[in-house]
């Protein structure tokens, strides 16, 4: 699998319901990203989690992340109709100089009200 | 909250024209990066700068890129001499860069849709 691959490449849920996506990776990393992306928008930043931590919460969202098995899960909890929206991982690999974050194909999450 | 913007939104060029995309970082980051990604494709990292000069470029990012910070405010891509295959949407992006680089989320703007005819 390439650098940053998300699974399912597409979710539909029931509003209030949890959405749970995963991000595998293949390299070392020094953290783990995770961006929203409306239709035709930006690319909004949720969280990024560090390589020595294991789990991070911000709000509804809750992400884990296993160095051992170089994966990572966003969790979105009580979902809303506003969180449609396609979800990208995003790694960090460990170099010098800048950080060049490398994609993943990302989840099409829908929210059904 | 500050933002980075780009502009234009959208931009339609004649295949092997010149066309330049411009952003505006955050105000107090230093480090400026432009990725890419090709409709229904990846976003793609092209290119980081930082104390005005390149970092780090990819393989797409050949001598028909340049990057430009022409100003303590804007941040430039050009593409020299456009190709069919440069259609995607372009997005500009910065970080901080206070202490280490590393770990700090990167900040993007909407985009600008280059569309080649």
């Known amino acids: 699998s390439q650098q940053g691959e998300e699974d399912p490449q597409a979710l539909s849920i029931q509003e209030g319901e949890n959405a749970t996506m995963n991000c595998s990776y293949k390299?070392?990393?020094?953290?783990l990203q995770w961006y929203r992306q409306n239709s035709g928008r930006g690319l909004v930043h949720l969280i990024l989690?560090?390589?020595?931590?294991r789990e991070k919460h911000s709000g509804r969202l809750r992400v884990t992340l296993d160095t051992s098995k170089k994966s990572s899960s966003l969790l979105i909890t009580a979902s809303r109709a506003a969180d449609t929206a396609s979800y990208f991982c995003a790694t960090s690999q460990i170099d010098f100089g800048n950080e060049k974050l490398t994609f993943g194909t990302g989840t099409r999450l829908t929210i059904i009200p | 909250e500050p933002e980075v913007t780009q502009t234009p939104s959208h931009q339609v060029t004649q295949m092997g024209q010149e066309v330049i995309l411009r952003c505006v970082p955050i105000s107090n980051h230093l480090y400026f990066y432009w990725y890419r990604q090709i409709l229904g494709q990846k976003v793609e990292f092209l290119v980081s700068f930082y104390n005005n000069e390149i970092s780090e470029k990819s393989e797409i990012f050949d001598d028909q890129f340049s990057v430009e910070r022409p100003d303590g405010s804007n941040f430039t891509l050009k593409i020299r001499s456009t190709k069919l295959e440069d259609s995607a949407m372009y997005f500009c992006a910065s970080s901080p860069g206070q202490g280490l680089v590393y770990n700090q989320p990167q900040h993007f703007g909407d985009g600008t849709r280059l569309s080649i005819l």
């Open positions: 390299t070392s990393i020094n953290n």
């Open positions: 989690i560090r390589s020595n931590e």
